[in-house]
């Protein structure tokens, strides 16, 4: 502060040291701030009256049983609210406590004076004077005579004239004073009236505390925000019937002490995170910033803001939670896709070998053993890819309602006759935008989890409806959009999750099942099929109670939902033919075995290592009706440039694709091309002879316009 310069006042502190008996009151009646000497002379704390309304501040009267006075002072602050004037009382009698807890008697003049705000001429504060007139009401009745009253009289005057002088310079400086007050307190209630307003338009919650050095506790101001947080009027904490720490969760509470001790020692702001439980119920998250004054007294005054992070907290999470699901996908994927080589040649060895050896039972069982063994295999890596969202989908319009119906004989064959179905439609469904072939493998494994978990029998209720996601809960959940979405919701009457195990149940692997019971990949796969559809899947559960998990699939495009394809499965018989087929397998196993198979299926074969080979065999002009290539493959060129060359040497030429692990030109958003056909590996004999002939018979070439 540089040297003259005038400190700036503290109003509330001008306020309270003001000679005078007054209270601060609000349009509410209740009181705001309280002089020291009102208190003096009544015999009351500070800490027992602000807060509370005046009506209600002060203990009955013995000598008043039906309140008349309490009665007269409401009237008389609705007229001087009402009026915008002043209003002097009838003198009351209100005695006062002593230092012994005894009542005093006492008799008082009360004036109720407005303040009124300059610009929209309301009464924003009363200030109530109360004059102690008691000994000028016993002089008026203990007067013996009007003598002796006059003769009293004469003497003030005498003891007047001679301090006339002394009395008028007094006078002056008093007059000057209170002009200084005025202006004081004046300021004192602008600023506290804009202190006001903006602390209750804030979101959060603004609040001033003492801790006394006894323990003991008080609140000073607490921001109208409370109520909205936690359901309790800021009246109650005003009158120190309520205090923030009574709502915050009991595992919470020595996380605060330690961080406001820690800021006391420091003289620093404590920050922390707490939960508080709100009178309506719940749990939400608060973040308090509070800073710690000493006073002298010992005392220590915390001024802070509370803002509610529930929503901050809750994205937070399930932004953690999809990158740790999109690092196992990363990883599991790749896995995936390595293994998929090797399966492929297990996959179409051992169908072979079973075919061969049909008259060797013994071998013959071995080979079918190793068939089944690596079609195990392949489901797993398939699941792996459907968690990593890696497998390319055929998404179109699908009627919900028709693709759940159409599943009721399996889920009843698979889920047993201890466990009854019930299949609720919805009326008026949109069509679905989903690949409809793993949408029933996701409904299956779903069915199937449900079944584990009813080992006793039960309910399975497969729920079908329209709904729409709203931009707060989108906010809320990572990868969801705000939208409409068709929702199937699979319901079991099991026996339901524990929050942590419901927390990790889409992990790839994490199962609650016996071993041999499970590879834990069900619900992963539901997850990926869901993400990579661009939906959204919650699980609802708890212990005893059963489980309810959603499923969120994009609204297709308003049209009448595409009516199903028949189901046109290939005869057990495996189809041939005589074409020639330009094979491109930068793995060598994996090349080696395809060609095998193509030449047994009596195609003539033409093979090449990489896109560069490939070329130069359709440049010098072989006849080729069919390119069968991998998609990703080293040397430059990969599969969908290929094809795109192979289109321009040879219009009208047929194109297959391949992959274990498709992320790339042909697949998306996770989604194939149209007008691209794809098998993918791991792939066996019957399955790659019966794509082959479906790409072969289609009508015009894979590139012709």
């Not at 001008?14 to 208190?39: H, K, M, N, Q, R």
């Not at 998609?631 to 795109?644: K, R, S």
Request: hydrophobic share 40%; proline share 5%; net charge negative.
């Amino acid at each position: 502060m540089s040297p003259g310069a005038r400190p700036q006042p503290d109003f509330r502190t001008v306020f309270e040291a003001g000679p005078g008996l007054y209270l601060l009151l609000s349009p509410d009646f209740d009181i705001v701030a309280v002089t020291d000497a009102y208190c003096r002379a009544l015999g009351r704390s500070r800490d027992s009256l602000v807060g509370r309304n005046v009506l209600e501040a002060f203990p009955p009267d013995p000598s008043d049983p039906d309140r008349r006075a309490v009665a007269d002072l409401e009237a008389s602050l609705r007229q001087t609210l009402a009026r915008g004037l002043p209003d002097l009382m009838e003198i009351v009698k209100y005695d006062a406590l002593g230092d012994d807890g005894g009542r005093i008697e006492r008799y008082w003049s009360p004036l109720n004076v407005p303040v009124v705000d300059k610009e929209t001429g309301e009464v924003i504060w009363i200030i109530h004077e109360a004059q102690d007139v008691t000994e000028l009401v016993r002089a008026r009745d203990s007067s013996a005579s009007a003598g002796r009253l006059a003769e009293e009289q004469a003497a003030v005057i005498r003891h007047l004239n001679v301090r006339n002088e002394a009395l008028a310079r007094q006078i002056a400086e008093n007059e000057r004073l209170s002009r200084e007050r005025e202006r004081a307190f004046d300021a004192f209630l602008k600023s506290e009236m804009r202190f006001k307003t903006l602390a209750d338009s804030l979101p959060g919650v603004v609040h001033r505390s003492v801790r006394g050095a006894d323990g003991s506790r008080r609140n000073v101001f607490i921001s109208a925000g409370v109520e909205k947080l936690l359901g309790v009027p800021a009246q109650e904490f005003m009158e120190n019937r309520a205090f923030l720490s009574d709502f915050m969760d009991r595992n919470d509470r020595d996380l605060r002490e330690a961080a406001l001790k820690r800021a006391v020692e420091r003289g620093e702001t404590a920050e922390f995170e707490a939960r508080m439980i709100p009178r309506q119920g719940g749990v939400r998250w608060w973040r308090v910033h509070t800073t710690p004054t000493r006073m002298a007294n010992g005392d220590i005054q915390w001024d802070g803001f509370a803002i509610d992070v529930t929503e901050r907290k809750a994205a937070e999470h399930n932004l953690q939670q999809a990158l740790k699901m999109e690092a196992i996908g990363q990883l599991t994927g790749g896995l995936a896709h390595d293994f998929n080589n090797l399966l492929s040649v297990i996959l179409s060895n051992a169908e072979t070998l079973s075919e061969t050896l049909a008259d060797d039972e013994e071998l013959h069982a071995l080979a079918d053993m190793t068939r089944r063994a690596a079609e195990r295999g392949a489901e797993l890596t398939n699941g792996l890819l459907a968690f990593a969202r890696r497998q390319p989908l055929e998404p179109r319009p699908v009627d919900v309602n028709r693709l759940v119906v159409g599943m009721d004989g399996l889920l009843r064959r698979s889920l047993g006759g201890d466990i009854e179905i019930e299949l609720v439609r919805g009326a008026g469904l949109w069509p679905a935008m989903v690949d409809p072939a793993q949408l029933e493998a996701a409904l299956l494994n779903l069915a199937l989890n449900a079944r584990d978990a009813m080992p006793k029998g039960g309910r399975l209720t497969i729920e079908t409806g329209n709904a729409h996601i709203d931009d707060d809960y989108a906010a809320a959940h990572a990868e969801v959009s705000p939208g409409q979405y068709v929702m199937v919701c699979v319901t079991d009457t099991g026996a339901g999750m524990e929050p942590e195990v419901a927390e990790r149940a889409f992990e790839p692997f994490f199962t609650t099942k016996g071993p041999g019971k499970g590879a834990g990949l069900g619900l992963a796969m539901v997850y990926g099929f869901v993400k990579q559809s661009r939906g959204h899947v919650k699980i609802y559960s708890e212990p005893g109670q059963g489980t309810a998990i959603r499923i969120y699939l994009p609204r297709a495009a308003p049209a009448e939902a595409s009516a199903e394809e028949d189901d046109r499965r290939a005869a057990d018989g495996v189809p041939g033919g005589t074409e020639s087929i330009l094979l491109v397998e930068d793995d060598p196993l994996v090349r080696e075995n395809a060609e095998r198979i193509l030449k047994n299926l009596g195609y003539r074969v033409l093979s090449a290592d990489r896109g560069a080979s490939a070329l130069a065999i359709l440049e010098r002009g072989d006849p080729v009706d069919l390119l069968f290539t991998d998609v990703v493959m080293p040397g430059g060129i990969a599969g969908p440039e290929l094809a795109a060359r192979a289109a321009e040497l040879r219009p009208g030429i047929r194109v297959l694709f391949t992959s274990g692990y498709t992320e790339s030109a042909v697949v998306h958003h996770g989604r194939l091309d149209p007008g691209v056909n794809l098998i993918r590996k791991p792939y066996g004999r019957k399955a790659l002879a019966r794509k082959l002939r479906q790409t072969l018979d289609e009508k015009g070439g894979a590139n012709d316009g």
